[in-house]
Nanobody
Framework: QVQLVESGGGLVQAGDSLKLSCAAS???????MGWFRQAPGKEREFVAA?????????DYSESVKGRFTISRDSAKSMAWLQMNHLRPEDTAVYFC?????????????WGRGTQVTVSS
């Protein structure tokens, strides 16, 4: 199973930016990659996904559309989540994941997560 390690989380103020990174233990060319998040007391929710291979297709949740950008480098088995105009409601643990498609229900392996805290 693909092992994923996230990094780049931290404590920022509202309006700031952060860039999360995800490193995979093996080639992820054939998989979609995605980001999910879980806030305290809430279920894990989909944030963004990018298609396999060259990553030409992306999907975003409505709450982050226009503020977050997902990208990948399949040759390096890396993915990133650029988060701009952060809001306190973006506070959560963010998880990288790999999936058979961009459909949130098709993701099957997650990392341990990185904490993002946005203060008002």
């Amino acid at each position: 199973q693909v092992q994923l390690v996230e990094s780049g989380g931290g404590l920022v103020q509202a309006g700031d930016s952060l860039k999360l990174s995800c490193a995979a233990s093996e080639r992820t060319l054939a998989y979609a990659m995605g980001w999910f998040r879980q806030a305290p007391g809430k279920e894990r929710e989909f944030v963004a996904a990018i298609s396999s291979m060259s990553g030409l297709r992306t999907d975003y949740s409505e709450s982050v559309k226009g503020r977050f950008t997902i990208s990948r480098d399949s040759a390096k088995s890396m993915a990133w989540l650029q988060m701009n105009h952060l809001r306190p409601e973006d506070t959560a643990v963010y998880f990288c994941a790999v999936g058979r498609s961009r459909d949130p229900g098709d993701f099957f392996s997650w990392g341990r997560g990185t904490q993002v805290t946005v203060s008002s």
